[in-house]
């Protein structure tokens, strides 16, 4: 399954690329999000790999995110990887007049066992994730001085020595 998706958000270039660009900011937008880990590789480079836990439903889920491109704001695309489904996401952002930057996300999934069903019977879903995500981003990144105070004691970011 393939598709692009693609929103504009009000603020310049550069400062959505800062934002987008450091994982602590992923707290903020990125809805069910437990724990992000970097596991190998230079943190935010290309090869670089990390374990991400959210929280669906009753369920964690465990994606394993590598990084295969990252050339900012032309490009930033990584594989994830969990026990139904394998997952490429190819981000691109470019100025739009008037301050504002063009968000655009080209996804391509597929899915084994039990995914490989909801994706027959609501293909759908994957698709309004997707948006979502991109949305609360942009939701994020139009109120980042008032996000400042999003209560993010949920999630847990684990460093490569092992802190916090």
């Known amino acids: ?37 970097h596991l190998s590789g230079i943190p935010g480079e290309s090869g670089a790999r990390s374990r991400l836990i ?5 369920r964690n ?25 394998y997952n490429v996401v190819r981000n691109r952002f470019e100025p739009v007049s008037g301050d504002r930057t063009k968000y655009i996300a080209e996804y ?6 039990f995914m490989k069903l909801v994706a027959l019977l609501i293909p759908g879903v994957f698709k309004k994730q997707s948006l979502k995500y991109m949305e609360d981003f942009k939701y994020f990144a139009e109120n980042y001085n008032t996000s400042l105070s999003i209560n993010t004691n949920n999630i847990n970011i684990i460093q490569a020595n092992g802190t916090h």
């Open 61 to 85: 889920i465990e994606m394993i995110e590598t990084i295969t491109a990252r050339n900012l704001p032309h490009e930033f695309t990584g594989t994830y990887e969990s026990n139904c489904v």
């Open 1 to 37: 399954m393939k598709y692009t998706l693609e929103i504009e958000i009000n603020m310049p270039l550069d400062m959505v690329i800062k934002l987008f660009d450091d994982p602590e900011n992923l707290k903020c937008w990125m809805e069910g999000l437990i724990s992000f880990e």
């Open 108 to 113: 391509f999934f597929e899915v084994r066992g």
């Open 54 to 58: 959210f929280k669906m439903g009753d």
